[in-house]
């Protein structure tokens, strides 16, 4: 065991190899392969990369902006050259990936058209439309998170790391235009998680 837990690929092939058993064998319930368990499929995508892009924006956030000033200057490359490089990585591709499960899901689910339009796709009928009012805001939320990620931080971030070559008051500058979007990010991302949770359990 511990030299499966060594070794971090083995463990998520077989993570994921023990979570596609539990997804087919849901596949053998009541309801078989109907659009519900695709939608069902869906759904745990979205969230499985939705915790890895979001658990990767607070560990930016939480940990490495507001340590980064206290880290001796012979150290801070081993989080720029190595550590930052790789979490941004994974975090634009969770990003991408998370949005285009969340509008599969929609899709498959009959509601992206009335979302996308915060409930006033046909007309609007208060109460009854105000789920898609909730849902389309968290997911217009998202998409500016996204569009953030890919457009704005991942950019500056190539040049305040040095994958790109610019000079240092270039650099500096996009490593700040890279935090403030980062932490515009966040201040999104309560409230979008808000309206995904909450509406699940009030209007799922």
């Given at each position: 065991?511990?030299?499966?837990?060594?070794?971090?690929?083995?463990?998520?092939?077989?993570?994921?190899?023990?979570?596609?058993?539990?997804?087919?064998?849901?596949?053998?319930?009541?309801?078989g392969h109907d659009a519900v368990y695709f939608q069902a499929v869906f759904r745990w995508l979205h969230v499985w990369f939705g915790i890895l892009w979001i658990g990767l924006l607070y560990y930016f956030n939480f940990v490495q902006i507001r340590v980064m000033p206290q880290i001796p200057a012979e150290l801070k490359p081993a989080v720029s050259k190595y550590i930052a490089?790789?979490?941004?990585?994974?975090?634009?591709?969770?990003?991408?990936?998370?949005?285009?499960?969340?509008?599969?899901?929609?899709?498959?689910?009959?509601?992206?058209?009335?979302?996308?339009?915060?409930?006033?796709?046909?007309?609007?009928?208060?109460?009854?439309?105000?789920?898609?009012?909730?849902?389309?805001?968290?997911?217009?939320l998202a998409t500016v998170m996204f569009l953030n990620v890919w457009g704005v931080i991942w950019p500056n971030q190539k040049r305040a790391l040095g994958i790109i070559e610019v000079d240092a008051d270039a650099k500096a500058k996009a490593a700040r235009t890279a935090m403030l979007f980062s932490r515009i990010n966040t201040l999104l991302s309560i409230p979008m998680l808000a309206t995904m949770a909450m509406h699940q359990t009030i209007f799922g």
């Open positions: 065991m511990s030299g499966l837990l060594s070794n971090f690929r083995n463990t998520i092939i077989v993570s994921f190899v023990l979570a596609l058993v539990i997804v087919l064998g849901y596949g053998h319930g009541p309801q490089p790789e979490a941004l990585f994974w975090f634009r591709w969770a990003a991408l990936a998370t949005w285009i499960m969340g509008v599969i899901l929609a899709f498959s689910r009959g509601y992206l058209a009335e979302a996308a339009t915060l409930g006033l796709w046909g007309g609007y009928t208060p109460g009854v439309d105000m789920g898609f009012t909730f849902i389309g805001t968290g997911m217009w």
